[in-house]
């Protein structure tokens, strides 16, 4: 093999695999690597091949196996169906050998850093509702958390560069990728790679508030889900730009099974939402968290209404797609 090179990290039934125990399977035993699991992009030899939730960018489509431009054969690996309880201790465990947590201070996130038990970190504004809850939630866990305050100046500073790397330019996602800006951007200065988060919780077991009022519940849930690539294409996109990516234990493909198999009805029920993640979490953070219900990440940590400001200071008082757009264009010499 005259070239052999690995993203991230691979799995084989459970087990976590070296890059030397990688690069053997892969010279002597081609025919297991659609069985890969784990968030990785391998290049060898003129091929190459995504995991199968496309979590790690690449350069070929998620879950395939390409040599020379053409499509071999696809990552499909079988995990033995968990509980979902099981799935998700597993799936944090798999990518806890090191990295920092990205926590935020609600159910998703601080469940993630209880089962990690790595060093924490937040964003947000200063006074924000993310910086005081993640430090509230790192207390209550015994964890250390470095909070990172931002300030308009560094965010509208940021802001060029989001959005040239981001898919979808709009109000929502430019807003969200600007808070993970900041986390991966921290997490480049200190040396970590990996970045553990709560993302894709929302949509798996029905986090948002407008599930609480849906009469489509079931609809919305699977249209959701399937717009997760798009979200994890948008958040590594703006890791990149610091040399780290975000590791997504709720998008390992066995929490992913024991999710969609949990009828829609039960995760939202009573006024609540995402009710059986909440069951799982309270066996191991305290109740005040499990069933805390948080703000998104973009209004929690204040950068949403920071990125309004600054569109109605740049002249744009009625429309911040007008003002993203600008940006955009700006970056293309426009």
């Known amino acids: ?184 951007q921290w997490a480049g200065q200190h040396g970590y790679r990996r970045i553990l988060n709560g993302q894709g919780a929302d949509e798996l077991f029905g986090g948002y508030s407008r599930y609480l009022t849906t009469t489509t519940l079931a609809d919305d849930l699977a249209r959701d889900v399937a717009g997760l690539e798009k979200q994890a294409d948008r958040d590594q996109s703006v890791a990149a730009l610091h040399g780290t990516y975000f590791s997504m234990p709720y998008l390992d493909i066995r929490v992913v099974r024991a999710a969609l198999a949990i009828p829609a009805e039960e995760k939202v029920q009573g006024g609540h939402r995402k009710v059986p993640l909440r069951k799982v979490a309270e066996r191991y953070i305290p109740a005040e968290f499990a069933w805390y219900e948080k703000k998104a990440m973009q209004y929690g940590s204040g950068v949403a209404k920071v990125l309004q400001k600054l569109a109605r200071k740049n002249g744009y008082k009625t429309s911040m797609q007008d003002y993203i757009n600008h940006i955009s264009r700006v970056e293309h010499g426009h």
């Open 1 to 184: 093999m005259t070239s052999f090179r690995c993203e991230g990290w691979i799995e084989l039934n459970g087990k976590k695999l070296t890059m030397s125990e990688t690069e053997e399977i892969v010279r002597t035993q081609p025919a297991t690597i659609n069985r890969f699991g784990g968030e990785f992009f391998l290049s060898w030899d003129g091929c190459h091949a995504r995991d199968h939730f496309g979590v790690m960018k690449g350069d070929c489509p998620k879950g395939t196996i390409t040599c020379n431009g053409e499509i071999k054969g696809a990552i499909a690996p079988v995990p033995s169906d968990m509980p979902l309880e099981e799935a998700i201790v597993t799936a944090v465990a798999l990518r806890s050998g090191d990295g920092v947590t990205a926590l935020s201070g609600g159910v998703d996130s601080s469940l993630v850093a209880a089962l990690a038990h790595r060093e924490c970190m937040a964003v947000g504004l200063e006074e924000s509702h993310d910086l005081r809850q993640a430090q509230r939630a790192a207390k209550a866990l015994g964890l250390s958390c470095t909070c990172v305050t931002l300030t308009w100046q560094e965010i509208e500073m940021a802001l060029p560069a989001v959005v040239a790397a981001i898919p979808k330019k709009d109000p929502l996602n430019t807003s969200i990728a600007l808070t993970q800006y900041f986390v991966a």
